[in-house]
């Protein structure tokens, strides 16, 4: 067989030059024209303002996520110093219930002090009972010769005498407590006023 048999048939090629497309009547621009080129940077710069716009939607969308997380986080951390405030407020009423009940023990103890009689191991109970007690915070307050002061202390004798110069606390019958910065029981007292331009007077009941 001959090299022509073995070659593939090529058929003719046509290619269009009409300027006019025949489909939308409009001039074909031949490729590397400065229209083409213009068409084509247009094409271009359209692609690039929708790629534009999709970032700018992105970056609000991101920047509405973020505020939602902030928003989030700033609930949470509110409602964690709530629950930590509300705890540490159930805790403190409790140790101030307890440390209330034990009053009357920490009154007992203190008589017998003044007395003398707090000796041995009563001694050294009563000690570590009022010891335990200040670690916990509570604290006693009211002494002779203090300012008297109507919302710590509880008048329960009045008198005047020339040796003071304001209302004094010159005697306490029983001492007050104070827990966590408010008192839990106020200082019994007796109290003495300066004498109102004249010899003193005799002590009299509040």
């Keep these: 067989m001959s090299d022509e048999s073995t070659q593939p048939h090529e058929g003719p090629v046509i290619r269009d030059k009409r300027r006019i497309d025949p489909a939308t009547g409009q001039l074909r621009e031949p490729a590397g024209t400065p229209g083409a080129a213009?068409?084509?940077?247009?094409?271009?710069?359209?692609?690039?303002?929708?790629?534009?716009?999709?970032?700018?939607?992105?970056?609000?969308?991101?920047?509405?996520?973020?505020?939602?997380?902030?928003?989030?986080?700033?609930?949470?951390?509110?409602?964690?110093?709530?629950?930590?405030?509300?705890?540490?407020?159930?805790?403190?009423?409790?140790?101030?219930?307890?440390?209330?009940?034990?009053?009357?023990?920490?009154?007992d103890v203190g008589r017998a002090r003044e007395h003398g009689e707090l000796e041995g191991g009563f001694k050294s109970v009563g000690e570590a009972l009022e010891a335990a007690t200040q670690r916990l915070g509570l604290v006693p307050f009211g002494t002779v010769g203090e300012s008297f002061d109507p919302t710590v202390h509880e008048a329960l004798t009045h008198e005047h005498r020339d040796d003071v110069a304001e209302a004094t606390c010159v005697a306490v019958y029983q001492a007050g407590y104070r827990f966590a910065d408010r008192v839990v029981r106020p200082a019994r007292v007796a109290v003495a006023e300066p004498t109102p331009g004249g010899p003193p007077e005799g002590g009299e009941q509040v």
Excluded at 66 to 88: C, F, G, P, S
């Design 38 to 107: 213009a068409a084509a940077l247009n094409e271009e710069q359209f692609e690039a303002g929708e790629i534009s716009a999709e970032i700018a939607v992105l970056a609000e969308q991101l920047a509405e996520r973020t505020a939602d997380v902030q928003r989030l986080q700033a609930e949470y951390a509110n409602y964690r110093k709530r629950v930590d405030r509300d705890r540490d407020l159930v805790r403190e009423q409790a140790v101030a219930a307890a440390l209330t009940e034990l009053l009357p023990v920490l009154d």
